[in-house]
């Protein structure tokens, strides 16, 4: 058994081949919006997940013409393909990535392993800012709706869709209410979506941060009966875990109706009069 689509990723292999390659625009996308200005691969530019991809005002991510504006000034032309990665198995990376599908953005694609992978094989890291030349680029292609859910999407889910919580087993039993790096004070109830079920994220990776082969994946996932036909939506706390399992349902396992609930639990437990259930 293969990825569905191979091409949404390439290895650390064919990236060191291709650093000089003026047909590629790397991009870093962490957590850690520091970790760029210490070390990145070479000829990587960065985005910061909190500033550059969202709405300056509301809570929302930049529109279609903000993303054009955005590639446009990392120098992206029509024949250019963007590389993501970031550490911690790509989970902001694929955040990024999922925005640009969502966008109409389809020349992108995920560095296996990320940050992670690159260190573990001790291949060359710089501190040098690249300078890049603005070009006119637009997004040509149509966003994809289809691809993002919203809450009223959640709260009227039936039997037939499938709800994947890919938050930790503590968060999804409420015990806790974020990953256990960040501050446990948070403006919502700890618990999860009724009838959802916890995969956690990071099962999908192995242990360098690679994405599991396509078998172990359908492993985790089939169990839930998880298929091409069957609307599935993911959600976690902000949107980026989720992210990584929209991308692993939708271009390695070839699910065509997949879902990323960015709102996530930020939204949906600080919501009035909304079922909530709590344990295992």
Excluded at 102 to 131: C, S
Excluded at 143 to 168: G, H, K, N, Q, Y
Excluded at 248 to 267: C, F, I, Q
Aim: hydrophobic residues 35%; contains cysteine.
């Amino acid at each position: 058994m293969s990825y569905s689509n191979p091409d949404a990723l390439v290895s650390t292999e064919w990236l060191v081949e291709n650093l000089g390659n003026a047909d590629i625009r790397i991009i870093e996308v962490d957590e850690d919006v520091a970790l760029y200005a210490k070390d990145h691969i070479p000829g990587a530019i960065a985005w910061s997940w909190s500033e550059d991809l969202h709405h300056p005002i509301r809570r929302d991510y930049l529109d279609q013409d903000g993303f054009s504006k955005l590639l446009s000034d990392a120098g992206v032309d029509p024949d250019t393909t963007i590389i993501l990665y970031g550490g911690n198995n790509n989970w902001f990376a694929a955040y990024a990535y999922w925005l640009l599908k969502y966008r109409g953005f389809d020349n992108v694609k995920l560095l296996d392993g990320g940050r992670k992978k690159w260190e573990q094989e001790n291949l060359a890291l710089d501190d040098a800012v690249p300078t890049i030349t603005p070009s006119d680029f637009r997004i040509q292609g149509s966003e994809r709706p289809e691809v993002r859910a919203f809450r009223d999407d959640v709260l009227e889910v039936d039997e037939t869709t499938i709800i994947i919580d890919v938050r930790s087993p503590e968060e999804f039993s409420g015990e806790k209410l974020a990953p256990e790096h960040l501050p446990q004070e948070q403006p919502y109830v700890g618990g999860h979506v009724p009838g959802a079920n916890n995969i956690p994220w990071g099962k999908a990776a192995n242990e360098d941060g690679t994405f599991r082969s396509a078998a172990e994946l359908q492993e985790i996932y089939g169990s839930l009966g998880v298929g091409s036909d069957r609307e599935t939506i993911a959600y976690c706390r902000i949107g980026e875990r989720s992210s990584h399992t929209w991308f692993v349902l939708t271009e390695l396992l070839g699910h065509a109706n997949a879902k990323n609930y960015d709102g996530s639990w930020t939204e949906y437990g600080s919501l009035v009069n909304v079922p909530v259930e709590r344990g295992s």
